[in-house]
């Protein structure tokens, strides 16, 4: 089975502009997480959608979204960059519940690299 | 809220030698917790899980961990470090949401 695929790997903007990162997740799993990684916060939760519907939320402004496609492939958009976004995004996969809830691991994809000057 | 907590940003060991990555959590009720590895410029690597089934939980790469709810910890370890063991692990409490919590993480050097 094909990993997690994130593109596109490496991604640099100017402070003010849009990103649009996608994730396809492992086939058969619903579940799509994205995480946030930067040295000095590490990794930190953004949104889980599961059947194209953002399910969890994270502490992280408005400018930061996603949405699901009814192929459980997803998108995350951060409007209006600012420098402290430069980070690795994460997009993990997971079989997960249609009631929620915990148990079931997260497949992590390589990751997109964002840096914005 | 829950929390995890991994003692030691960097952790350096002989290769031969024992390795132990410190983690602790916090919460009334012992969550889903997870040990990760990440390599240079790669994603997370899913070394093992505790779901409650076991306390001592084994993993990939020879990884095992325990869980011990008396002292809230979960503690990676591997008998014998090799040099391709030199990355960042992460440990992972998962919430009834679902989301994942990770520690700040622990950088293992592994010396010849």
């Known amino acids: 089975k094909a990993g997690v695929t994130q593109t596109p790997r490496y991604l640099i903007k100017t402070r003010g502009q849009q990103v649009t990162l996608s994730c396809s997740p492992i086939?058969?799993?619903?579940?799509v997480s994205w995480y946030q990684q930067t040295p000095g916060q590490g990794l930190q939760f953004l949104f889980e959608?599961?059947?194209?519907?953002?399910?969890n939320k994270g502490n992280f402004p408005g400018r930061f979204s996603g949405r699901q496609f009814s192929n459980s492939r997803s998108e995350m958009n951060v409007s209006t960059l600012e420098l402290g976004d430069s980070a690795l995004y994460l997009c993990?996969?997971?079989?997960?519940?249609?009631?929620?809830?915990?148990?079931?691991?997260?497949?992590f994809g390589p990751g997109t690299r964002l840096t914005v000057t | 809220a829950q929390s995890v907590t991994q003692l030691g940003s960097h952790v350096s060991v002989s290769e031969g030698a024992l390795v132990l990555l410190r983690c602790n959590y916090s919460?009334?009720?012992?969550?889903?917790l997870f040990w990760y590895v990440q390599y240079p410029n790669q994603g997370l690597q899913l070394l093992l899980k505790?779901?409650?089934?076991?306390?001592l939980v084994k993993g990939i790469n020879g990884f095992e961990a325990e869980f011990k709810k008396s002292e809230t910890s979960f503690h990676l370890t591997k008998p014998s470090a090799h040099m391709s063991d030199a990355a960042e692990y992460f440990c992972?409490?998962?919430?009834?949401?679902?989301?994942?919590?990770f520690g700040q993480g622990t950088t293992l050097q592994v010396k010849p």
């Open positions: 959608y599961f059947s194209e519907t953002q399910r």
């Open positions: 993990a996969s997971s079989l997960a519940r249609e009631s929620g809830g915990p148990s079931y691991e997260q497949y």
């Open positions: 919460s009334s009720v012992p969550p889903y």
């Open positions: 505790y779901t409650s089934a076991a306390t």
């Open positions: 086939s058969g799993h619903r579940s």
């Open positions: 992972a409490a998962q919430t009834y949401t679902g989301k994942l919590i």
